[in-house]
Each structure stands twice: as C-alpha cells, then as structure tokens.
C-alpha cells in the first residue's frame, strides 16, 4: 500500500478532500449516491476519527465486500477461557462441622444402646411362661385385696359419720386399728393361713442378707406377721425396725439374739402369692441354693405367731391432740 493509503480498518485509501468517495456505479439497479452518502456516519459520532481514526465509506465497503476490522483489541481464538468452575472456590470442611457430625453420631449410638438395654429384662426373658401366669395372678389378686381395703375404708368413714351409731362405730374401729397396730408393732400373737419358709445351709452358711431378701420379698407379697426360729428353738418377732447380722459360723444375730441353724421364718399371709415370690427365677431362693443350700416353703393353713417384741420406749415423740 503506497504512502498515500492510509489505514481505515477496510485497507480502501482515504479519498481527498473535495472528492467524491466514489463514482457512479454504472449497474442499472445501483441506488442514487444521495442514498448511499445517507449510510457515512456524520463527524463527531461514532468512527467520526475523533479517536484517531478515518472516516469510512459505507458504500465502498459494501460494494467491495470487504469486512471492517474493529480498531480495539481482540483476543484470539486460541486464547484459553477460564471456566467457570475454576474461578469458584473449592469447599473446605470445618473443625466444627466435623465435630457437630461426631456427636450426632454418638448420640445416635448412645439413643440405640439404650433403647435395647431398657427394652430387654434378662429376668422376665429368662422366665417360664408358668412362672409369668402366676406372677400376674399374683398382682391381680393383689389388686382385689386393696380395693377391698379402700371399700371397708369408704364404708367406716360413712358409719362414723352417721350420728348415734357413731360413736360405736368409732370405738370398733378404734379397736381394731389398735389390734392391727399390735401386731404389725409385734406387741400382739397372731394366727392365720400362712407359710413356714426353712433356710438349710450347705456348704457355706446361709448368710444374713439372704434372710433380710426373704424377710422383704414376703413383706413385698402382702405378708401380715412374721417371726424367725433357730435350731435351738430360739424365736424373735420380726418387725420393721428388725435387723440381721452375720454371726460365728453358721449363727445369725437377729435383734441383737443369736440363732443358730438351721432357720424357719413363720409368716402369716396369702400361702400362694408369698410362695411366688420367693420361687421366682434369681430370686432368694434360687441365690441360696447358688451356695450351695436349700429353702422348702410349707403351706400351714393355721400358722401361729406368737414371740412378741418389747414396746419401744419413746423418748422424744409425743402424741398430738
């Protein structure tokens, strides 16, 4: 290209000044030069040179075909595009989020653990559907026998508010509660159906927790009275204040007298429910016989309590009136 070309983006020379751009196009369809001139951009606008650059004809480049070149900067196919994906940050775990997830893990564990050990009893589990049957009979008639307490209640309380009849009333019902009293105190004998429960030892002596667990396992099965007898014919009342304490070899110290064995607790109650209680699977007498001893339960339709415990000397307690 010669001096007098000048660039324009379309490599056409800048015509001069005072000169048309082009001539007439001499096709038969050509459009008028006023019409063409309209499609150059006026001075000033955009391509106008003000950011130094020539001002093009439209016309020319349209009828040459050629394409204009931007006079910016453009970046090449070839240049690689940065992806999204790599512009973005790639996640990172915390401290926190790990340990948040850790616990929730053990408490998980903690919530499973539990719910097992609650909803499994290795007692009930290992015992026989007899034993079951008779358990629930057991409560069942238990359940009979204080809701025939609450109604001999309901009914003294209507008979010791009906006026003349009163004050009879009151003087029986005072009287038996101070029977019952005396006997629950082991002030009074007492007699009624029952059981004699005999602790044999074998090769070790029977120890005196053993005997506490049977003396609480037939107050827990609705035992009334109770007294313990030794082989030498030795007989302590036993109460809720009574204690038991290992002795000398196969002895027993109850209440501060010692027995020797073999023993034999008399008890007054519901001869089956008591007899339930003690047979129950791990219970007292399934633990004696673990050492090596024996228990035999007998019915007695009349069982006789007679030892009687001294009256507690009251020091400081005083009725109110």
Partial sequence: MSDEHRETGTGWPQPEAGRPAVGPDPRPDAPDADEVSSLVPDEGGPGSGDDGGETVNLAQVASSGARPVESGPVSSAAEPVESASSRMPGRKVSSAGVMIAALLALLGFTLVVQLKTTSTDPTLAATRQEDLV??????????????????????????LRSGEQGRQAALEEATKRADEMGILAGT?????????VRFEPGGKPIRADRVLDAVQELRGAGAEAMQISG????????????????????ALV????????????????????????????????????????????????????????????????????
Avoid at 188 to 196: D, K, T, V, W
């Fill in 134 to 159: 008779r358990i629930f009979s057991d409560l069942d008639s238990r359940e009979k026998r204080l809701q025939q307490d609450i109604e001999g209640l309901e009914d003294s309380q209507r008979q």
């Fill in 188 to 196: 009074l004998p007492a007699r009624g159906p029952g059981l004699a």
């Fill in 254 to 321: 109850v209440d501060g007298r010692t027995l020797t064995g073999p023993f034999t607790i008399t008890v007054i109650g519901d001869p089956e429910t008591m007899r339930t209680a003690l047979n129950i699977p791990g219970g007292v007498a399934a633990s004696v016989r673990g050492d090596g001893g024996n228990v035999s339960v007998e019915d007695r339709e009349v069982a006789e309590v007679s030892a009687l415990h001294a009256p507690l000397k009251l020091e400081h307690a005083r009725p109110v009136s």
């Fill in 231 to 250: 082989g030498d014919r030795a007989t302590v009342r036993i109460i809720a204040s009574t204690y038991f304490l290992d002795g000398s070899g196969d």
